[in-house]
């Protein structure tokens, strides 16, 4: 199924596939679940993540974080390890969504054994629930930005003009976000067929392929593309029809991930949204 009414028309952002400006409750209790995991209940390993014991294990990270993060008192809570975990759960689950980010960078900026591997487990899971951040390095950083979900969100809200193409996007972002099985191979095709799609229109040939139609856009109908933006469709094109590539069978899946999927669809919407643009400043009905 594709986008609902609500988010084909912009009523509900195609932002919140990506989780942008929020983190909803799975995305948030699995964060908690590895900061839990990797910095809470592994006080048994406090001679490989510190080479200290359990209580100066416990006293640094309560120290730490009240004195460096919250800039809380840190005799607040004085019934034990217990009761800070309590306030570190608490805050967690009700915090502002930027704020946890801000914990979780924190955290990770200890000088702690344990870094790397909660940086590459939180990245792991904020690629499956969709999220618009990463870890990069120390930092978190955003992985989509608001000039691109503009893109998409306009390529697939003006429906009326690009008929087809608006579907394949709809889809393509369906594919990508859907967190339980996400299908990065068969969203890229849909989004390399938006731009198929698009072209067709333009030319008013339903039965030509991608590569001609670039060629016809300008001989046919007046509008004139940069040579470098054309030679670019063809080769976005060519990368998904060559022989290892998306819209024939591969062999190995494992060679198309999230950032190839996002890319592409980032980039076809916008030249759809291109394409279009260019079509009403030449006079050409799109039909």
């Known amino acids: 199924m594709g986008l609902r009414f ?37 006080l048994s390993d406090g001679a490989l993540v510190m080479r200290l014991s359990n209580f100066r294990y416990q006293a640094y990270i309560i120290n730490t974080l009240f004195k460096d993060f919250f800039k809380e008192p840190i005799d607040e809570y004085s019934e034990g390890w217990s009761s800070y975990k309590k306030y570190f759960h608490d805050f967690f689950l009700k915090a502002e969504w930027y704020l946890l980010y801000d914990f979780i960078e924190f955290l ?10 909660f940086k590459d487990s939180c990245n792991q899971i904020l690629e499956r629930e969709m999220s618009a951040y990463r870890f990069v390095g120390d930092y978190i950083t955003p992985i989509i930005d608001e000039v691109e979900i503009n893109e998409i969100e306009t390529a697939i809200t003006q429906k009326t003009k690009t008929k087809y193409a608006a579907d394949h996007l709809s889809n393509a972002l369906d594919l990508l976000s859907d967190r339980s099985n996400p299908d990065y191979r068969n969203s890229i095709k849909e989004a390399i067929s938006a ?13 030509t392929t991608l590569g001609r139609a670039i060629n016809k856009i300008e001989s046919e109908t007046g509008i004139i593309l940069h040579t470098d933006l054309k030679e670019g469709l063809k080769k ?14 591969i062999k190995d899946d494992s060679t198309v991930d999230f950032e190839d999927a996002k890319y592409m669809l980032v980039t076809c919407s916008a030249f759809v949204n291109y394409l279009v643009a260019k079509a009403e400043k030449a006079g050409v009905e799109i039909s």
């Open 108 to 117: 990770s900026s200890l000088d702690l054994e344990v870094s790397e591997e």
């Open 6 to 42: 609500s988010q084909r028309y912009g009523y509900s952002p195609v932002r919140d596939s990506f989780q942008v400006n929020d983190i909803d409750k799975a995305l948030r209790a699995s964060l908690w679940n590895n900061v839990k995991v990797t910095y809470f209940d592994r």
């Open 195 to 207: 731009v198929e799609s698009i072209c067709k229109l333009i030319v008013g040939d339903s039965k």
């Open 236 to 249: 976005l094109y060519h990368y998904t029809s060559d022989s290892a590539g998306i819209r024939h069978a």
